[in-house]
């Protein structure tokens, strides 16, 4: 399995910007695709994830409300939409593939190579 995410870059603060997870392998309904971020010198971070079959979802508390997540089955495909992006977003983000819901990375034992978003003031 592997997962490749991309749409990273520079954005003003106040825009959007959505990344994309792409999956090569095996991706079933039981699974999860989590988002996370590390920002530099700073902790990895959960971001929120989405149940791969009832696409239903949970958020960070620091996201909620300005990020969402879909996904798209057919094309083995996550999505992380962000809106009202501030300089506190700028990291690295990347996506990985958990067998059940949890925050804690330990739990994801696929990840993608993550794609960098700068956020300007």
């Known amino acids: 399995v592997q997962l490749q995410a991309s749409g990273g870059g520079l954005v003003q603060a106040g825009g959007s910007l959505r990344l994309s997870c792409s999956v090569s392998g095996h991706i079933f309904s039981s699974h999860v695709m989590g988002w996370f971020r590390q920002a530099p010198g700073k902790e990895r971070e959960f971001v929120g994830a989405?149940?791969?079959?009832?696409?239903?979802?949970t958020y960070a508390d620091s996201v909620k409300g300005r990020f969402t997540i879909s996904r798209d089955s057919a094309k083995k495909t996550g999505y992380l939409q962000m809106n009202s992006l501030s300089p506190e977003d700028t990291a690295t983000y990347y996506c990985?593939?958990?067998?059940?819901?949890?925050?804690?990375?330990?739990?994801?034992?696929?990840w993608g190579q993550g794609t960098l978003v700068t956020v300007s003031s």
């Open positions: 989405i149940r791969w079959g009832a696409a239903s979802t």
């Open positions: 990985a593939r958990a067998n059940g819901l949890s925050t804690r990375g330990s739990e994801y034992h696929y």
